[in-house]
T-cell receptor
Framework: NAGVTQTPKFRVLKTGQSMTLLCAQDMNHEYMYWYRQDPGMGLRLIHYSVGEGTTAKGEVPDGYNVSRLKKQNFLLGLESAAPSQTSVYFCASSPIGRGTDTQYFGPGTRLTVL | GQNIDQPTEMTATEGAIVQINCTYQ??????LFWYQQHAGEAPTFLSY????GLEEKGRFSSFLSRSKGYSYLLLKELQMKDSASYLC??????????????FGTGTLLAVQP
């Protein structure tokens, strides 16, 4: 049981390049989330999904797109990377939010945009 | 608006007790979580409170007062490995429909010998 995995772990992009971050979970969770974490800003929600084929915007969605074609995968795309998107990106998944249903986080992707 | 406040940094001594406070103002409340995050790693779940009072789990306890919008995480018998960031998060008013969490900026705890 690998939990939540993310690929790649590190990436350096030039301004204007595109890339896709992959998140996979093997816990059969319904909900999945993409966050970015910046110094002094905490975790901020980019997009989330409450089920296969559904996505919704979070707090900071501009410049990002997502897709959830399969229940276990949640993809985050940057179409034209900007230096402001330099950050650590975390994916998380959770069961439906009852009681102690918590979010489980992947190990993160460290992205630098030059 | 929605706001969660925590101290930015704290320092404590190995073997001592430390209390990390969290105050929140959110449009709805469906539970409060504490996470631990070591440098360069993912956040991991520590505790959950939805009713007023104290929840104890080994060396860690968490307290909630909903009327005051206040929680604290209490760490006893501090160990060097407790040096980490501690994140306070409130479940969004969407509750079970989305299980979205609103995170504070985290408190960086340094445990000194």
């Amino acid at each position: 049981n690998a939990g939540v995995t993310q690929t790649p772990k590190f990436r350096v992009l030039k301004t204007g390049q595109s890339m896709t971050l992959l998140c996979a979970q093997d816990m059969n969770h319904e909900y999945m989330y993409w966050y970015r974490q910046d110094p002094g800003m905490g975790l901020r929600l980019i997009h989330y999904s409450v089920g296969e084929g559904t996505t919704a915007k979070g707090e900071v969605p501009d410049g990002y797109n997502v897709s959830r074609l399969k229940k276990q995968n949640f993809l985050l795309g940057l179409e034209s990377a900007a230096p402001s998107q330099t950050s650590v990106y975390f994916c998380a998944s959770s069961p439906i939010g009852r009681g102690t249903d918590t979010q489980y986080f992947g190990p993160g992707t460290r992205l630098t945009v030059l | 608006g929605q706001n969660i406040d925590q101290p930015t940094e704290m320092t404590a001594t190995e073997g001592a007790i430390v209390q990390i406070n969290c105050t929140y103002q959110t449009s709805g409340f469906n539970g409060l979580f504490w996470y631990q995050q070591h440098a360069g790693e993912a956040p991991t779940f520590l505790s959950y409170n939805v009713l007023d009072g104290l929840e104890e789990k080994g060396r860690f306890s968490s307290f909630l007062s909903r009327s005051k919008g206040y929680s604290y995480l209490l760490l006893k018998e501090l160990q060097m490995k407790d040096s980490a960031s501690y994140l306070c998060a409130v479940r969004d008013r969407g509750g079970g429909a989305t299980n979205k969490l609103i995170f504070g900026t985290g408190t960086l705890l340094a445990v000194q010998p």
